[in-house]
């Protein structure tokens, strides 16, 4: 049922674990439907200098979450953004229907994460106060 | 590599001589049972022969309490809704469990659709029906219970005699869908107190798409299947030859080596539900812990999804299931497990493997390897896991 991409992401996933200086994370989906993923970056010069993912989940959901990494790292954040939960299951070779809607949401996660990333971002010109 | 295939409850292999007592009925017995030259009559023979042979197992009083069908979901279909169309003048209301095979949930659920109502009676942490709710239930318009000997997910085994008393003692059918206990439980349908009883050939060593339906004598039935005059005209249809005299063949099979099988499965599913625990920590034993079928082991491995620990065994060679809602491709994970009173995330890291006759221990020894690493690999990429041991550290 599962591409070969799939299963080699599932079996070998990329850039998998905790970032401890992330700069931000993001979190998608819930326990209720068994998919969690978390998705950590590390900006720097504008840029994904490093990611990494946690996933609770079924394999749609780990090997969406690995392949996610590796189609951003090292693109610029306005790149980056472009990606959509869409393109992430083209790259795997598809995924099958019913797993197309709470198991791929690593591209969520990852929006997310570049949204704390400028939330927690100190402000270039701080305002007078 | 060598396959360890521990999905049992799913279905299980056709015993090699099964297949020798089918073969002829493709071949030189090919013969239409209805027909009357010889070809015909010597497959009626092999129907009537097979008949015999489950009423004496079943402890039916009378062969033609033995109903041929196409599957286990059909005797289930035949049961529930074959009486409710003849006693629908009597009354209108059925009652099960919250946990039963999608074969009587959604039979209960067409029959709401035609005026019937249904009362789904829930079940303990173990997946037990409490007798006294059955007996609370029943109305003046109740014509049946149809509950489970024991359960598919999680192998918990209902007092069906001991609630056939209760039911009995106020005139109501009983319908129980044993499709998971024969091989395991020794079936008598006149001890254990029912009026119907469901079986299907494919989860005791015979072959896929034939069951069998137990009526006793003086129970209705409205036939599904219309056409010919087969099966006492409850279910038309040119009998499946072979399939019959393999479900006959295996029954037989199966009732003389429940002795022999049914310790040695316990022991190994102890064994094997000792071992899990004492080598992986946040695990939960699903169902009950001890009326429970011999073969059955279903646990809840924390802070990790059923899914992909499948589909890590599937690749070191083992076949097992689960009740998530991943491997469904439904939404919601197992409504055995939700109606059981667990929370989802347990739910989805649920697992389940049913021994069978030929597993041995050297195979539960090479799989508990493999889940130990499997469920520590899929742990380490959890964001649950994380969160948890951090608690644990504050
Ligand atoms: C408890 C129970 N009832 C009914 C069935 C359906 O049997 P069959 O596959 O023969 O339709 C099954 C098996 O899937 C089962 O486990
Ligand atoms: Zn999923």
Redesign the interface.
Known sequence: M?TEAV?DH??N?RN???LADADGVG?AGN????????IYVKIEDDRIADIS??????????ATSSILTELVKGKTVAEAEKITNRAVAEALGGL?P??MH??NLAADAFHKALEAYRQNRPKPAPAAE | MERIYLDHAATTPVDPRVVEAMLPYFTANFGNPSSIYQEGRAAKKAIEESREKVAEILGAADTREIIFTGSGSEADNLAITGVAWAYRKKGNHIITSAIEHPAVLETCKELEKHGFAVTYLPVDEYGLVAPEAVRDAITDRTILVSLMHANNEVGTIQPIAEISKIVRAKGVLLHTDAVQTAGSIPLQADELGVDLLSLSAHKFYGPKGVGVLYAKKGTRLHRLIHGGAQEGRLRAGTENVAGIVGLAKALELAAAGLEETVPRLAELRDYFINKIFSRIDHVKLNGHPTRRLPGNINVSFEFVEGESILLNLDLEGIAASSGSACTSGALEPSHVLLAMGLPHETAHGSVRFTIGKDNTKEQLDYVLGVLEETIARLRAISPLYREQRGRKEK
């Open positions: 599962y299963m599932f079996y996933p998998a674990g905790e979190e326990p209720v439907c068994g998919d969690i993923m978390k993912f946690q996933t609770f989940g079924c394999g749609a959901a780990i099958p019913q797993k709470c198991s």
